[in-house]
């Protein structure tokens, strides 16, 4: 068989590469729905939740948020569930096990079409995949008790058909996730912020100290809490200096072929023998 066309992306996600260069790194691709697992036996991170649905959204999947070991859980898990679902609103937050089996059923009735698994090593996103996929095809290790974290038992990407219609991808576990031009995304995660600012005064109000800001007055009411705006610009200013970053590497790659073409012309007409 030939290859005949590459189809372009329905959707991809991306995040920064670690290091000094601006290239995204693409961790999936042609994805539908995004499975974010974040473990309860260890302590909570809602940064790091932040960080992963805006990932998400930016790449135009649907999120789900899995909580996985709901059996060995630091605290009341209906409490977990309730301080999740006020970080990601529109997203389906689902309680779960492998061990006792709690809420497999109801995760696979919720995903549709290519599903990814992501999230930090020792979340159970391969225990989490060998349950949906009703065997142990996929390696899992032990996670340290100290802090509730794995080593990397999944080292590559791995794309599985499910039982029920569609296919997994398992990918390796997240020690950074860092953002890369995720402004739409991070609206969308921080949706109530979004829609208090259309009250602010100003159209251009950077809800710093300007008069008249809806989402101030939130926090001083104690309606929007003060780490949810802290976070919000946080992850904006680190959006836009990815962004930044990315558009000074484009002009400098058009400066270079400029130069380069203009070297090879300069050498083109040097050697180019005088009309008699």
């Not at 059996?71 to 997203?91: K, N």
């Not at 009735?109 to 060998?130: E, Y």
Request: proline share 4%; hydrophobic share 45%; charged share 20%.
């Amino acid at each position: 068989p030939e290859l005949a066309a590459v189809l372009p992306r329905r959707t991809a996600i991306n995040r920064a590469s670690a290091g000094a260069s601006s290239h995204a790194q693409a961790l999936a691709a042609n994805v539908d729905t995004v499975a974010i697992a974040i473990s309860l036996a260890a302590r909570g991170a809602p940064g790091l939740v932040e960080r992963l649905l805006a990932l998400a959204w930016e790449s135009g999947a649907q999120p789900v948020i899995v909580l996985t070991k709901a059996d060995l859980a630091e605290q009341d898990p209906a409490e977990s569930l309730a301080e999740t679902a006020a970080l990601a609103p529109g997203v389906d937050v689902l309680l779960t096990s492998t061990a006792t089996g709690e809420g497999i059923d109801t995760l696979a009735a919720v995903l549709t079409g290519t599903i990814v698994l992501l999230g930090a090593s020792g979340a159970g996103k391969s225990s989490l995949g060998n349950a949906l996929l009703g065997a142990d095809l996929l390696a899992t290790g032990h996670v340290r008790e100290q802090d509730g974290r794995g080593r990397h038992t999944t080292v590559h990407r791995e794309l599985l058909p499910l039982p029920t219609g569609g296919v997994l991808i398992d990918t390796p576990g997240l020690r950074s996730v860092g953002l890369q031009d995720t402004g739409d995304g991070i609206e969308q995660v921080f949706a109530e912020i979004t829609q208090l600012a259309r009250h602010c005064r100003f159209v251009d109000c950077a809800h710093q100290s300007e008069p008249g800001c809806a989402v101030l007055a939130a926090v001083e009411d104690g309606a929007l809490p003060e780490r949810r705006l802290v976070s919000y610009r946080k992850l904006l200013r680190e959006s836009a200096w990815a962004a930044s970053r990315d558009d000074a590497r484009l002009r400098a790659q058009r400066t270079a072929e400029r130069k380069a073409i203009t070297r090879h012309l300069r050498a083109t007409y040097q050697h180019r023998k005088p009309r008699t």
